[in-house]
Every structure is written in structure tokens, then in C-alpha cells.
């Protein structure tokens, strides 16, 4: 799991690097957030491709779902891609998906937003639980991007979903936490995967654009930054039999 993409940068160096990893570790299969991979905000379908082309699986998005128009033409038809389950009856796209990955390994991927500091959407938690009874009946493998703000709500959702999950991997702060483990009973955990794009940044962000906005408190267009690129991940080890998890490690490739 690709913590968020962030603009040309970012989907750069997926392109360079994502092949060599996938072969080197014996990936299965990729995730990635990708809300901010078309310029910081939102995604197009030509960018999606392109993601996807360059080795990445399947795509999750978050609160940016919506800042790039494009995404209105292409997410119905979509398999691989979902936005939060969350939103209200109505919101174009899909929450969650069932994926057959190799021949046989039915894998349940479901997208969440958190409501701490973040929109209104409805309950997270309550979403998650009903989506997984009906996963459940299909695949004991199911893994679970929870893009929120507040580390108590994402550790919360940690443990809520242990036991019913594989994994949680927290999106959002572009921040990669230092915390990833294997819950009590069974469920791999992280608060937040971090992000792929340029590190000299304000998570990806042009520094001086961001001071701009803090100094000033005037509007101000942002625009991600230039210069070398970091890829924040994880690689989780699950048995196929019983969807709990083996192993978690982070993985962080930093250009020089």
C-alpha cells in the first residue's frame, strides 16, 4: 500500500520505481491513495491509466475525491477505483470493491473518510462494520484505507475493525507514522501510510506558497512542489485462509 500520490512528481517516480519493487518483494498486489495525484488535487481518468500502467493495482481516493471534474466521466464505469463509503446516498462511484487477485484470491477493498476535522460525512465506523458483514460472506480478506485527520479516530478504527479485517492503513496527513504493527487479533495497523511526492514540501506542497498562507491568511493558489521525491509504503504478508495478517513492514524510498 502507496501512501498519497502527490501531483507529476510523485507519479514520476512511481513509474520509475514501483516495477522494481514489486519484483524485488514479490508484491501480489498494489494499493495506492490517489487524491491528490492530478497536481496536488483530484485525479483524471489519463492519469489513472497511467497509474496504473506503471504497476499500480487499484486506487483509493479521500476528501480531494471530487476537485478534479474529470473524475464525473470516468468513476461509475471504474472498477478499480473507489471513493469513500461514507458519502450520502447518491455520490457518484463506489466505497468498496471485491477483486480477484492471481487466479483465485478474492480480496475486499473498502475506502472510509474520517469526521474528525474533516467533513460530515456519515458514521465511519458504522459504515465500515455493515460493508464487512456483507465482505465477509465472500472473502475473509479485506483490507481498509481510512483517510482521516485525527490519530485517536484512525488508532480507534484500528481497533474497532481487529479481528474483521486485514488491514487498516491510515491516508491523509501525507505524514508516515512510525506506529505499524499487528493488532491483537490479527488486523495490521498503521495511523498513516505518509506520501509519495516531493519531501523539501509542505506535505508535497510549495513551501513558500504554504508561509504565504500562514503569514497572510489571504487565498492563495497552491502548487506542488519541485525537487527529490520520497515513496512512503507499507508491504503486509496475509494468510489467505483466515485474512489475518502475518507481517508488516515499511518500506521508504527516498531520491537523491
Known sequence: MIGDIVGRPGRNFISEKLPGLRKKFNVD????????????NGITEKIAKDLFISGIDFLTM???????KDIFNFIEEQDSIIRPANYPA???GKGYQLVTVGNKTLVGIINISGRTF?????????????????MKLKTNIIIVDFHAE????KVAMGFYLDGKVSV????HTHVQTSDERILPKGTAYITDLGMTGPYNSVLGIDIDLVMKKFLTQMPTRF?????????NSIIVDIDEDTGKSLHIQRLNITEE
Not at 498486489?29 to 496536488?40: K, S, T
Not at 479521500?62 to 478534479?68: E, L
Not at 474533516?118 to 456483507?134: N, S, V, W, Y
Not at 502548487?223 to 515513496?231: D, I, R
Open 29 to 40: 498486489f498494489v494499493i495506492a491513495n490517489g487524491e491528490n495525484a492530478a497536481g496536488g
Open 90 to 92: 447518491g455520490a457518484p
Open 118 to 134: 474533516m467533513p460530515p460525512l456519515d458514521c465511519p465506523f458504522r459504515t465500515a462494520g455493515k460493508l464487512i458483514e456483507q
Open 168 to 171: 487498516v492503513a491510515g491516508t
Open 150 to 153: 485525527a490519530t485517536s479516530e
Open 62 to 68: 479521500g476528501n480531494h475525491v471530487w476537485d478534479n
Open 223 to 231: 502548487a506542488v512542489a519541485k525537487g527529490p521525491v520520497k515513496l
